[in-house]
Each structure stands twice: as C-alpha cells, then as structure tokens.
C-alpha cells in the first residue's frame, strides 16, 4: 500500500479536527443539557414534595372542618329536637287553655249585660227598704198582698221582713 498523498492526509485531518470540535462542542452541549435537566429535576422533587405537603395538609383541614360539622350537625340536631318537644309541650298547653279561654271570651260578651244588672241592683240597693209604716198599704193600683220576704207558710206570722236587694257577685 502506498501512503495517501499530502493533500489527502491534510483534509482527512482537517476533517478529524472538525470532526473532535463538533464531538467536543456536543459533549459540552449534552453536559449543559444535563445539567438542565439535573436542576429542573430536583426543582420538580421539591415542587412535589411542598404540593404533596400542602394536599396533606389540605387533608388534614377538611378532616377537621367535616368534625366540626359533624358536631355542629349534632348539636343542631338536639336544638331541633328539644324545640319540637318544647312546641309539642307548648300546643299542649294550648289544648288545655284554649277551653278556658273559649270561657273567658263568653264571660266577656255577657259582661256588659251583667254590668247593667248590676248597676240595677247596686241602685235598688241605695234606695233601701220601704218604711215600716208604708208596709201595711197596699201599693195603688197593684197587688193588694204587701211586699214581704215571706212564704205561703210565714203568712200567718204578724210580722213583714221589709224586702232587701243585694250583690254576692
């Protein structure tokens, strides 16, 4: 074999040092981008752990928050349940005065008339009893029997009770 020719050895070494520089040029290149990819590694780890942290603790809250509720759904319940016992105490009270109050708006109706007989009465009673010497006359133009407070079996006696209105209201 015979020796390539100067010119052939200088463009195949020409050519190797072209091909070394692009070799060293890629290499520095693949470092670079491993080192990119190193870093965003780690800052994706650490991303990670803080959001698996913050979801842990966004756990941890809702656990909380729904025990709260629970107790509070609790508590809710009881009020509700001590309100329909008290409303239930209460419509039965209602039942028992709802007759006497029935009564007491009868009572009131009938007021105004009974407030007139006793208006009457207090009247007759101011006037008092007739004078003893008038009991012997028979009044003019009525019954000729005197008034009295007696009975068909006090008739016989001679003595009259002078008649005597009152109130026992």
């Known amino acids: 074999m015979s020796a390539p020719p100067p010119l052939q050895i200088r463009e195949a070494n020409a050519h190797l040092v072209a091909v070394h520089r692009r070799v060293a040029e890629l290499e520095a290149r693949l470092d670079a981008a491993e080192r990119t990819v190193r ?57 028992q005065l ?20 006793l208006a009457t009465l207090a009247e007759a009673e101011r006037l008092g009893p007739l004078p003893a ?4 006359h028979p009044l003019t133009g009525g019954p000729s029997s005197p008034l009295a407070n007696s009975t068909e079996a006090e008739g016989d006696r001679d003595h009259l009770q002078p008649a005597v209105f009152g109130t026992t209201v």
């Open 39 to 95: 870093a965003q590694a780690e800052r994706l780890a650490r991303h990670d752990q803080q959001l698996r942290a913050a979801l842990d603790e966004l756990g941890r809250t809702k656990d909380r928050e729904i025990a709260a509720l629970q107790e509070q759904l609790l508590t809710s319940e009881a009020t509700v349940h001590s309100l329909q016992s008290a409303v239930h105490q209460r419509d039965k009270l209602i039942g």
């Open 98 to 117: 709802q007759p006497r109050a029935e009564l007491l708006q009868d009572i009131c109706r009938r007021r105004p008339p009974l407030a007139g007989l």
């Open 133 to 136: 010497s008038d009991l012997g």
